[in-house]
């Protein structure tokens, strides 16, 4: 069993940058692969990023390359996502997730339904 919490939510204006953290306890961190989601209002559910459990690999939607970077610290039990250059289509609830399925590639770590645990999640607003 492991717990999410998300943090570093927020409004900002186009064009700036946020960086989002989740803390995890329980079982060892190092264990997991971990990744981003996130849904806005009457949308579904969608992946945004996605990191291996040594960081050695990551993964991302087409729409958040070159602008967001996961990235994790095993020592310290979190995982960030650094946002820059954010849109208006950003806006949307922020999920952190925990895998412990062992993925291939993208076509794994980008499926919500192989992810085991959630964080309660972090707004993110993006205004004009």
């Known amino acids: 069993q492991v717990q999410l919490v998300e943090s570093g939510g927020g409004l900002v204006q186009a064009g700036g940058s946020l960086r989002l953290s989740c803390a995890a306890s329980?079982?060892?961190?190092?264990?997991?692969?971990m990744a981003w989601f996130r849904q806005a209002p009457g949308k579904e559910r969608e992946f945004v990023a996605a990191i291996s459990r040594s960081g050695s690999n990551t993964y991302y939607e087409d729409s958040v390359k070159g602008r967001f970077t996961i990235s994790r610290d095993n020592a310290k039990n979190t995982v960030y996502l650094q946002m820059n250059s954010l849109k208006l289509e950003d806006t949307a609830a922020y999920y952190c997730a925990a895998s412990s399925t062992y993925c291939a590639g993208y076509g794994c770590y980008s499926v919500a339904d192989e992810y085991h645990y959630w964080g309660q999640g972090t707004q993110v607003t993006v205004s004009s």
């Open positions: 329980g079982r060892t961190f190092s264990s997991y692969a």
